[in-house]
C-alpha cells in the first residue's frame, strides 16, 4: 500500500486482486444485494484512490480496508433509508449457498440470514467482520476504534441475540 500511497497505482492491481472478492462477500453479507454489492466494492477502490493519502503504517491495509468498507457501507445505508425497508425484502435474496459437507440444508441458510437481518446494524457488521470475514478481535477494534475487550463483549451479545431470534424463526 506504501508503493500505492507514493502515486504508484500500477501496484493496486495486486491488492485488487487479493481483495476485491473479500470486500464483496463482505458487502453482500451486509446488504444482502448483489448489485449494491457490485457498485459498493467498485466505490471502495474509487476510493482507496482518492484517498490513498490517509493511510497510516501504523495500522494494517486490512483494517483500513475494511474501515473504508464500513464508512461506504453506511453511506449506502443513509441513500437506503428513505427506502423501503431492505430488511423485509430478505425474501428476495438467492439463497443458493449450499455446505454439503455438513448436515445444514437451505432452510437453515435461509433462517440464520433471516435472523442476521433482524439484527441491529452494528451487531450485524460486528458479526460479519468477526465470523464471515474471520477478522481479529483486534483488526475489528482498529476499525471500530473500540477496545478489544469491548468488540469481544459486543460479539458476544450479538451471537446471543441472534441465537433467540434463529430460534424464533426455526
Known amino acids: 500500500m506504501n508503493h500505492v500511497k507514493e502515486g504508484h497505482l500500477a501496484e493496486l492491481s495486486e491488492l485488487f486482486e487479493r481483495y476485491h472478492v473479500r470486500m464483496y462477500n463482505f458487502m453482500l453479507k451486509l446488504t444482502l444485494d448483489r448489485t449494491a454489492s457490485e457498485d459498493l466494492t467498485q466505490t471502495l477502490f474509487y476510493r482507496i484512490i482518492k484517498y490513498r493519502h490517509t493511510f497510516k503504517d501504523q495500522h494494517t491495509f486490512k483494517s483500513w480496508i475494511f474501515q473504508l468498507a464500513r464508512n461506504i457501507h453506511a453511506d449506502y445505508c443513509k441513500k437506503q433509508k428513505k427506502q423501503n425497508d431492505r430488511y423485509l425484502q ?56 473500540l477496545s478489544v475487550p469491548a468488540i469481544k463483549v459486543q460479539v458476544h451479545r450479538a451471537i446471543k441475540q441472534l441465537r433467540n431470534i434463529y430460534f424464533k424463526i426455526s
Do not use: C, T, W
Open 90 to 145: 430478505v425474501e428476495q435474496v438467492d439463497h443458493n449457498v449450499s455446505d454439503v459437507e455438513n448436515d445444514f440444508n437451505e432452510d437453515d441458510f435461509a433462517n440464520l440470514d433471516k435472523a442476521m437481518s433482524r439484527l441491529a446494524p452494528d451487531q450485524k457488521e460486528l458479526l460479519v467482520l468477526s465470523r464471515y470475514q474471520g477478522l481479529k478481535y483486534s483488526e475489528i477494534s482498529e476499525i471500530s476504534n
